[in-house]
């Protein structure tokens, strides 16, 4: 079993950076992806970027609302997942969740929800001017 708990989030101005921590604990060695996803009120859960263990190293992956923006870093250990956000907009807030999985998930699952047993409670990010 893994729990994981986000911190980071707050309330800042367009243009603003913020960076997010997923601390993970229990079987933290099993983790091979820590994904991030965020919820704004009355939309659905969307994929934010994830990072995957790949051969010695590791992928990252965005979505295209994202890509340039943000990245997605992670701790030696896999202990601990980041979100570093630059540049933020008012389309960027929303309640921000990170997830992982055991499994060894294909780059296209990385996207789907149902792909990750292990969630956060989520942190809130409000960008407002």
């Known amino acids: 079993q893994v729990q994981l708990r986000e911190s980071g989030g707050g309330l800042v101005q367009p243009g603003a950076s913020l960076r997010l921590s997923c601390a993970a604990s229990g079987r933290t060695s099993s983790i091979n992806a820590i994904t991030w996803f965020r919820q704004a009120p009355g939309k659905e859960r969307e994929f934010v970027g994830a990072i995957r263990r790949s051969g010695g190293g590791f992928m990252t992956y965005y979505s295209s609302s994202v890509k340039g923006r943000f990245s997605v870093s992670r701790d030696n250990g896999w202990n601990t997942g980041y979100l570093q956000m630059n540049r933020l907009e008012l389309e960027d807030t929303a309640l921000y969740y990170c997830?992982?999985?055991?499994?060894?998930?294909?780059?296209?699952?990385?996207?789907?929800?149902?792909?990750?047993?292990?969630w956060g409670q989520g942190t809130q990010v409000t960008v407002s001017s």
């Open positions: 997830a992982a999985t055991s499994g060894n998930p294909i780059a296209s699952s990385l996207r789907d929800a149902s792909t990750y047993p292990y």
